[in-house]
T-cell receptor, first 116, second 118 residues
C-alpha cells in the first residue's frame, strides 16, 4: 500500500518570501501522479499543482513549483512571493496511474500561515 | 461550468439515526469518489465509482456505510445508525476518466458536508 508523509504540521512564512513544504511517499509502482491540494477554511480542496512520475521536468504553476525527486520519493512544494491568500492547509497526495480510475492517498497536511 | 456540489452543507444528527449525503459531480465526469476528513486528519478514501464498473468499496469503514450512484451521475452516501466517531467532513470528488487502462485525470472536489453526531 502507498503511504504519504508530511512531516511539517505547521509552517509560517512572511508575505513576499518563499517557503517550501515537504512531502515524501512510499510506493512500489513506477507509474503514478503526485498532487498538491490547498484547503482554505472554506473546506474546498483546490488543486495547486500536479506531477506525472514519468516526467523528469518539475511542474510549475505561476508562483508554485515542485521539486520532484523520484529516486528519493520526495515531492516538495515551493511557494514563491507568498501572499496572504496562500494561508491554508496543504495536502500532498499520491495516485496510481493503473486502472481506469484510482483513489488519492493523502498526507496529514501542513498548515501554512502567512504573516505581514 | 458548475463544479462539484454537495448537500447538505452541514448536518447535525443524533446517535443511532441514519443520514444521507448527496453529491452532484461535474457534468460528464465518469468517476466519482467519496472521502472522509476527520478533525485534524488527512483525507481517508471511502469508495469510488467509475462508469459501469463495480464500485471500489475498499475504504468503507463498516457495513453501516453504503453508497450508490444513480444514472452515472448523482451519488448518495448513506450512514446507518450513526455513531459519534462518524463525525467528520465528507468530501466528494469527480474526474473525467476516458482511458480504459490508465487513470490520468485530476479529481475536482466539492465543498463537503460537515456531519456532527451528538
Amino acid at each position: 500500500a502507498q503511504t504519504v508523509t508530511q512531516s511539517q504540521p505547521e509552517m509560517s512564512v512572511q508575505e513576499a518570501e518563499t517557503v517550501t513544504l515537504s512531502c515524501t511517499y512510499d510506493t512500489s509502482e513506477s507509474d503514478y501522479y503526485l498532487f498538491w491540494y490547498k484547503q482554505p477554511p472554506s473546506r474546498q480542496m483546490i488543486l495547486v499543482i500536479r506531477q506525472e512520475a514519468y516526467k523528469q521536468q518539475n511542474a510549475t504553476e505561476n508562483r508554485f513549483s515542485v521539486n520532484f525527486q523520484k529516486a528519493a520519493k520526495s515531492f516538495s512544494l515551493k511557494i514563491s512571493d507568498s501572499q496572504l491568500g496562500d494561508a491554508a492547509m496543504y495536502f500532498c497526495a499520491y495516485r496510481s496511474a493503473a486502472g481506469t480510475a484510482s483513489k488519492l492517498t493523502f498526507g496529514t497536511g501542513t498548515r501554512l500561515q502567512v504573516t505581514l | 461550468g458548475a463544479g462539484v456540489s454537495q448537500s447538505p452543507s452541514n448536518k447535525v444528527t443524533e446517535k443511532g439515526k441514519d443520514v444521507e449525503l448527496r453529491c452532484d459531480p461535474i457534468s460528464g465526469h465518469t468517476a466519482l469518489y467519496w472521502y472522509r476528513q476527520s478533525l485534524g486528519q488527512g483525507l481517508e478514501f471511502l469508495i469510488y465509482f467509475q462508469g459501469n464498473s463495480a464500485p471500489d468499496k475498499s475504504g468503507l469503514p463498516s457495513d453501516r456505510f453504503s453508497a450508490e450512484r444513480t444514472g452515472g451521475s448523482v451519488s448518495t452516501l448513506t450512514i446507518q445508525r450513526t455513531q459519534q466517531e462518524d463525525s467528520a467532513v465528507y468530501l466528494c470528488a469527480s474526474s473525467l476518466e476516458e482511458r480504459v487502462y490508465r487513470a490520468t485525470e485530476t479529481q475536482y472536489f466539492g465543498p463537503g458536508t460537515r456531519l456532527l453526531v451528538l
